[in-house]
């Protein structure tokens, strides 16, 4: 059994990991900490994780960009593998994530579904064939309308991933208005739609001369993203020190 804290536990990710986990027998949520403490749930709501004192194997973190300097530093005392899924962290942020890693089990990634993870993967291998015959890169996300960050968290993993196989040799564009020049070769476009309840969705387009390839993730729920979390934590107990990420948890 895996005793996880729920850190962002009333959130829109929070709630539909305590819905779930309640069908799995491996494990379970101990503590939640959120700004909002009031709760239905079996488990006690702290208002921040420094009043959390339950004992726990694990913690899952799906709350805001601020709160996550906070939540590693008492990850590092307590000595508590984390599974980091916040997006928009600052640069310093990451870094700070890839020091405590050295000291602890530290799992991130800016999606937790099984779909986006294998298209990481084959996106590497489009962009090493399509980017040299001369296609053009752009990515475009869709997200609901209290999203915080833009461009998400994937569609930067995804640039990073495509950039990484084309050896970092491209810049990313995010705006065009001010851009008075025809595009570059070597650019990948990132544009970010904000509306309605969209839960999150992820296209790729490498377009040709007379040719489109479109690659395309659909969330149509946020239990994809719970689900792969939940997965996360059962194989974070009892790491040791490091960075880990879901290609460590799903294997293709
Ligand atoms: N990696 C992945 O697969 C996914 C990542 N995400 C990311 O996860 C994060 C949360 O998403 P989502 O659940 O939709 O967002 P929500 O805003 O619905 O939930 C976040 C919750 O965390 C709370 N919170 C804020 N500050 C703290 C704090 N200091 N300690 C504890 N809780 C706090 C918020 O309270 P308040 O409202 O008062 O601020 C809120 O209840 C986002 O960064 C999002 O991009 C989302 C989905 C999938
Ligand atoms: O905020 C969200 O909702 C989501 N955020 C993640 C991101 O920024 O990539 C993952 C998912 O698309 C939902």
Redesign the pocket.
């Known amino acids: 059994m895996v005793k996880i804290i729920m850190h962002g536990c009333n959130g829109k990710m929070g709630r539909m990991i305590t819905e779930i986990i309640k069908e799995d027998e491996y494990a379970a949520i101990v503590a939640g900490v959120d700004t909002y403490t009031e709760t239905a749930n079996e488990y006690p709501v702290f208002d921040h994780i420094r009043s959390c004192d339950i004992e726990a194997d694990v913690v899952i973190d799906f709350s805001n960009a601020k709160a996550v300097d906070e939540l590693l530093d008492f990850c590092v005392e307590k000595n508590l593998p984390v599974v980091l899924c916040t ?1 928009g962290l600052s640069e310093e942020q990451s870094e700070k994530v890839q020091k405590v890693s050295e000291k602890i089990a530290v799992l991130k990634s ?2 937790m579904s099984m779909g986006i993870n294998l298209l990481l993967k084959l996106l590497k291998e489009a962009a090493q064939v399509l980017s040299p015959a001369g296609y053009d890169i752009e990515l475009v996300e869709k ?2 309308n209290q ?1 915080l ?1 833009a461009p ?3 569609a930067l993993a995804m640039a990073d991933a495509i950039n990484e196989a084309l050896d970092n040799t491209c810049t990313y564009v995010y705006d065009r208005s001010q851009v008075r020049k025809k595009r570059e070769k070597k650019e990948i476009g990132i544009s970010a739609v904000r509306a309605g309840t969209i839960v ?1 969705e992820h296209e790729v387009l490498f377009a040709g001369t007379d040719e489109v390839i479109e690659f395309k993730h659909t ?1 149509y729920s946020r239990s994809v ?1 719970a689900k792969g979390a939940v997965e996360a934590a059962k194989y974070l107990k009892g790491k040791n020190s490091g960075m880990y990420d879901m290609g460590d948890v799903i294997e293709f």
Do not use: C, P, Y
């Open positions: 997006t800016a999606n997200h609901h999203k960050d998400s968290g994937t999150g969330a993203f």
